[in-house]
């Protein structure tokens, strides 16, 4: 089978083996860091935004992996609401990443990096 997304392999056995795409891992991590409270929304650039707009969810936006044999790197680009501890909500933020990826595909994570790109007015403490 052909794909032409970059995919990792984390199985392989008498069965088969079982592969994840990165696009999957940096999902896993974007969905995280949004179930944190503080976090107002995912940080995209100009591509991410217009896709937004056209009502075309991107769930990875905001994040890059690096995956390695057998961990991942993450950096992940946030939107924080006015009124909260960026230290505090971003080490919540790096926890909740961790365990996810960790969590869901086995990998162990090398590191979460986290860019405070904006504070959202909206939505306030």
């Keep these: 089978m052909a794909d032409d997304r970059k995919v990792f ?10 592969r994840i795409a990165d696009e999957v891992v940096a999902i896993i991590a974007g969905l995280a860091a949004t179930e944190v409270e503080g976090v ?7 591509t991410n935004e217009l896709v937004s ?6 769930l990875s936006k905001g994040v890059k992996v690096e995956v390695g044999e057998e961990s991942v790197a993450v950096a992940v680009a946030l939107n924080i609401a006015y009124g909260y501890s960026i230290p505090k909500v971003s080490a919540k933020v790096q926890e909740k990443i961790k365990t996810a990826i960790e969590t869901m595909t086995g990998l162990g994570v090398e590191c979460v990096n986290i860019r405070i790109a904006s504070v959202d007015m909206k ?3």
Excluded: R, Y
């Design 9 to 18: 392999k984390i199985k392989e056995d008498t069965l088969g083996e079982v």
């Design 40 to 46: 107002a929304s995912m940080a995209g650039n100009i």
């Design 53 to 58: 707009k056209l009502g075309m969810k991107n």
């Design 123 to 125: 939505n306030t403490k």
